[in-house]
Nanobody, 127 residues
Framework: EVQLVESGGGLVQPGGSLRLSCAAS????????MSWVRQAPGKGLEWVSA????????YYAESMKGRFTISRDNAKNTLYLQMNSLKSEDTAVYYC????????????????????WGQGTQVTVSS
């Protein structure tokens, strides 16, 4: 059974940092690309970042470039998202998602590229 379990969310002040983790199990982690996706209150899904199977390629949404860093540890079956310089507009539930391929290039924001999602972790940026 595929499981994706996010952790590391919480309440942080503007300008602060958080590191999210996604523990994966039930599949061969290093065979697949992975992504982070978020959903703010009352809004649709927003793709945050993606990483290829070996970490060699990454994508970021424009508003996250320079502030967020995606990484993975294939030995630990874990995906990470380091978030710095957080803003109130980063408040959302953050989900990790397993891709159906080892890398999808510019198609990383297509929902059809993903087959499993975690339950999400809440990130709240507020003073």
């Amino acid at each position: 059974e595929v499981q994706l379990v996010e952790s590391g969310g919480g309440l942080v002040q503007p300008g602060g940092s958080l590191r999210l983790s996604c523990a994966a199990s039930g599949f061969t982690f290093d065979d697949y690309a992975m992504s982070w996706v978020r959903q703010a209150p009352g809004k649709g899904l927003e793709w945050v970042s993606a990483i290829s199977w070996n970490g060699g390629s990454t994508y970021y949404a424009e508003s996250m470039k320079g502030r967020f860093t995606i990484s993975r540890d294939n030995a630990k079956n874990t995906l990470y998202l380091q978030m710095n310089s957080l803003k109130s507009e980063d408040t959302a539930v953050y989900y990790c998602a397993k891709a159906v391929l080892d890398w999808y290039g510019s198609s990383w924001t297509l929902p059809s590229m993903y087959d499993y999602w975690g339950q999400g972790t809440q990130v709240t940026v507020s003073s």
